[in-house]
């Protein structure tokens, strides 16, 4: 019922700037947790940064000062504006999305493929 498309994925250069977005459908209710997570080739899916139906957001260390995760007013689009984008960047870019109510359930997009590259 719920379904999640990201957009927004590409080749950009060092130093470059990529918007990520998330449109979500179907019945997602509050509390939730909306998330970006990446996975680069042989290692694990790890998150990047989330942000909760409150606005509280958090970001892995390596992407502060870089990335920016947002949402519109309510759930969707949710965003991920990546600057100063490096190698290291590179990877399938994951939409997640964490309910509670009425009870404790996972979604994810099939992913956007990001890639730094000169």
């Known amino acids: 019922q719920v379904q999640l498309v990201e957009s927004g994925g590409g080749l950009v250069q060092p130093g470059g700037t990529l918007t990520l977005s998330c449109a979500a459908s179907?019945?997602?209710?509050?509390?939730?947790?909306m998330a970006w997570y990446r996975q680069a080739p042989g290692e694990q899916r790890d998150l990047v940064a989330r942000i909760t139906s409150g606005g509280e957001t958090n970001y892995a260390d390596s992407v502060k000062g870089r990335f920016t995760i947002s949402k519109h007013n309510g759930k969707s689009p949710m965003y991920l504006q990546m600057d100063s984008l490096r190698l290291e960047d590179t990877a399938v870019y994951y939409c997640?999305?964490?309910?509670?109510?009425?009870?404790?359930?996972?979604?994810w997009g099939r992913g956007t493929q990001v890639t730094v590259s000169s």
């Open positions: 179907g019945s997602i209710f509050s509390p939730y947790t």
């Open positions: 997640n999305f964490q309910t509670h109510w009425p009870d404790v359930r996972e979604y």
